[in-house]
């Protein structure tokens, strides 16, 4: 399939996991994309063809709207924003979080996808066209033990998703997003070496398939949200997550 073939997408968090594999399957369907990550994604780029790193913190207001700009003078359009950059951060009940560490999660998992979102979205309505898919998580409708601040950082994104498909979707801009729940990346192993067996066991069994999901099965669904396969598709929260939220 080239379903992206002649188009341009700028990826976050590509240096690893999802947001590698979302790169993977773009330029694989014939995109030029732009592999972002806070000190660039040189590896991912290099392994794919018409790819590039870009250096860009999510959270500061400035690298983004420059990064977003080299990416449309390089380029010459931006047809696909994916945001996969996220922080799962300290992993504790409401009451023994942090407040730093609450702010440092919501700055990469709300800020980020917020500013990405400013700067993408003029250039996409002037062309009358494009596409965003922000990554968001199961955890922002399902409370999970040990992650709201997570959970409540991914629920506004959801919000800002539902805004901005209402807001740009007159000119011709979708934005969708898709919810996944475990996902077997290295964030997933760290965060897991901190947690019980039981509380890891307990998670795999509320999901119904009884398994985690791979990197490249939530990116075959990103491709599809922000390909013309899904055309009418805009303002939607796209469960990817093996049953977990059916039960």
């Not at 003078?73 to 023994?96: T, Y």
């Not at 019980?196 to 066991?201: G, T």
């Amino acid at each position: 399939m080239d379903r992206f073939e002649g188009l341009v997408a700028l990826v976050t968090g590509a240096t690893s996991g999802t947001g590698a594999a979302v790169c993977e399957r773009l330029a694989a369907e014939g995109a030029a994309v732009c592999c972002a990550d806070v000190a660039g994604a040189e590896a991912t780029a290099a392994r794919l063809e018409r790819a590039w790193s870009l250096a860009m913190d999510v959270t500061d207001a400035a690298q983004v709207a420059a990064g977003v700009g080299a990416v449309i003078e390089r380029a010459g359009r931006l047809d696909v924003l994916v945001n996969c950059a996220g922080l799962d951060g300290q992993v504790a009940p409401v009451a023994e979080l942090e407040p730093g560490n609450l702010d440092a999660v919501v700055a990469v998992n709300l800020r980020g996808p917020f500013l990405t979102m400013r700067a993408a979205l003029p250039a996409m309505a002037a062309a009358g066209r494009g596409a965003v898919v922000n990554v968001a998580s199961v955890f922002a409708t399902a409370g999970t033990p040990g992650f709201g601040h997570y959970g409540a950082a991914k629920a506004g994104l959801l919000a800002l998703t539902r805004s901005a498909a209402v807001e740009y979707g007159p000119a011709g801009v979708r934005v969708n997003a898709l919810s996944p729940s475990v996902i077997d990346t290295p964030t997933f192993r760290r965060t897991s070496q901190h947690l019980p067996s039981e509380a890891i066991q307990a998670a795999l069994e509320r999901h119904p398939l009884r398994r985690i999901a791979a990197p490249a099965e939530v990116a075959a669904v990103v491709a599809f949200l922000a390909s013309e396969d899904a055309s009418y598709v805009s303002g939607v929260d796209l469960p990817v997550d093996g049953g977990y939220t059916a039960g």
